[in-house]
Nanobody, 116 residues
Framework: QVPLVESGGGLVQAGGSLRLSCVVSRRTFNWYVMGWFRQAPGKEREFVAQISWSGGSIMYKESVEGRFTISRDNDKNTVYLEMNSLKPEDTAVYYC?????????WGQGTQVIVSS
């Protein structure tokens, strides 16, 4: 069973919104801090946001704070990333993973392209 499956990416104009989803296998999901990461063309993969099991502790990369919202539904084994006011520099492949990330849990990701 694939531990993580991301979806929800697409092509959007600057200023638009997208909602990413990450479905996680139950055994992987329980009690873990979950995070979103992204990798832009020609750049290293970087941290975007993370959320604790209870949702009571959340952190964001500075450049997305106030525009992105991470959440999770533990009954659905799903982590979300609501992205608003998107900018061309948000263009990247977005991945979810545990915090700290596990190497063999990197999936295909979901592509986000923001046009100017």
């Amino acid at each position: 069973q694939v531990p993580l499956v991301e979806s929800g990416g697409g092509l959007v104009q600057a200023g638009g919104s997208l909602r990413l989803s990450c479905v996680v296998s139950r055994r992987t999901f329980n009690w873990y801090v979950m995070g979103w990461f992204r990798q832009a063309p020609g750049k290293e993969r970087e941290f975007v946001a993370q959320i604790s099991w209870s949702g009571g502790s959340i952190m964001y990369k500075e450049s997305v704070e106030g525009r992105f919202t991470i959440s999770r539904d533990n009954d659905k084994n799903t982590v979300y990333l609501e992205m608003n006011s998107l900018k061309p520099e948000d263009t990247a492949v977005y991945y979810c993973n545990l915090i700290p990330p596990k190497g063999d849990y990197w999936g295909q990701g979901t592509q986000v392209i923001v046009s100017s």
